[in-house]
């Protein structure tokens, strides 16, 4: 897969007990409403107001909850989501975003069975049995995930997204030839699937196949705006000795997101590959000016720096990298050998 942890706004505990055969949701050991201070944030206090208006609105529950999860508040999250299933229990989103928040808060067991009720609920709801599958398949659960797989074929044989399922099922079990079968099937059914095209020019080129190429030009060509895919190429480039087009790539990744901390940085090692230090040594300056945490940053300015006998300024770079990452063996070699120097 693909693929988010902050500390919750409040410590209020939230306990799920979803009834799947009977006609409602319930919650155990917590109060009909809890009650909310003041948090800070005036969309949650907002709607903390409305719903003491109004508390039968599920809609209310799902839009607080919605914040707290985007400010990873979880555990608000959940307890909010679970009051609008209660209050509503005909809508399957609610179990989706209910499913997202506890997997989020690394309780993803959890998550499994509430998309698992969810889908005895609602039984031809394709969405609910692709967020299982896909769910299962996070899990390393691979006959589950294949199971509510078969189950979308039932209904809609001919479901890209089914196909492209699939293919992260096979992808993940080392079976190359059924993952490319099945991205082919499922980009031949939906061209929009963007994932599809990357994943498949990636196997391609692993297995050392320059059709790999093709299949990221689609991606870019469909999408053309698409960090995802435009990264992807240029990986691809890079590893085909296409230097300068990688670095072109990375600044149209860079004109589409100029917080994009990771174009920075690899355009200076490109940089680096192509003997241009001064143009790698701004590179990793926006790195880390982009984004202060980003180790590998200020190592590689550092380095930068030492090779152009700036050696003062990366000894400030080796020694911040060490104060974020005190094993890091390297910029403790380069720190020494310019203390050594000295």
Known sequence: MKAKMFFPFLTLLAALAINACGGGTQEQGQSDEPELGQTG?????????????????????????????????????????????????????????????HMDYFKSRQAVEILKRAAERFPENIPTLLKLSEYHLI??????????????????????????????????????????????????LDANIIDGWINLGQLYAGLGDPLALRYFDNATRIAPNDITALHAKADYLTTTNDLEGAVELYRKIITIDPQYDEAYFNSGLLYLDMDSVAKAEQQFDLTVKTSPTHIRGYYFRGLSREMQGKAAEAKADYEQALR???????????????????
């Open 41 to 101: 944030n005036p969309t949650i206090d907002g709607l903390t107001q409305a719903i003491a208006a109004d508390r039968t609105d599920p809609e209310l529950y799902v839009q607080r909850g919605d914040v707290f999860y985007e400010n990873r508040g979880y555990d608000e999250a959940i307890r909010d989501y679970t009051k609008a299933i209660q209050l509503d229990t005909t809508q399957p989103v609610y179990y989706h975003k209910l499913a997202d928040a």
């Open 139 to 188: 899990l390393t659960q691979y006959e589950e995930s294949m199971k509510a797989i078969d189950r979308v074929l039932k209904i809609d044989p001919q479901n890209a997204e089914a196909y492209f399922m699939f293919g992260m099922n096979f992808e993940e079990r080392q079976d190359t030839v059924r993952a490319i079968n099945s991205y082919q099937k499922a980009v031949e």
């Open 324 to 342: 974020m990452a005190p094993d890091y063996e390297q910029a403790q070699q380069r720190l020494d050998g310019l203390k050594e120097a000295g």
